[in-house]
Nanobody, 124 residues
């Protein structure tokens, strides 16, 4: 059973950095793609970044390209999101998801499991 637990959210000033972590505490093998999504108040949940199960393929939303980096450590069943040069518009609840397949995808309908979310607040 996949159980995702996010950590690393918080408050930061614009231009700062945060690193989010998502661990699968269910102890399952990491043979699935993972992704980070975010949801701001009054908005739909949107894809931020995705990574294939081997980590060889990554996708990013245009709004975060060059600023965010997704990575994973399958030995630790953990995926990371390094967020640099943060902007006020990055403020949202960030969710980690585990896909039902091995290939990276930015479609939230491809994700079978979700974490509880972690708040990221960027002040300008």
């Amino acid at each position: 059973q996949v159980q995702l637990v996010e950590s690393g959210g918080g408050s930061v000033q614009a231009g700062g950095s945060l690193r989010l972590s998502c661990a699968d505490s269910g102890g399952t093998d990491s043979i699935y793609a993972m992704g980070w999504f975010r949801q701001a108040p009054g908005k739909e949940r949107e894809g931020v970044a995705a990574i294939s199960w081997r980590g060889s393929t990554t996708y990013y939303a245009d709004s975060v390209k060059g600023r965010f980096t997704i990575s994973r450590d399958n030995a630790k069943n953990t995926v990371y999101l390094q967020m640099d040069s943060l902007k006020a518009e990055d403020t949202a609840v960030y969710y980690c998801g585990a896909s039902s397949g091995r290939f990276a995808t930015m479609l939230k309908t491809d994700y079978a499991y979700w974490g509880q979310g972690t708040q990221v607040t960027v002040s300008s």
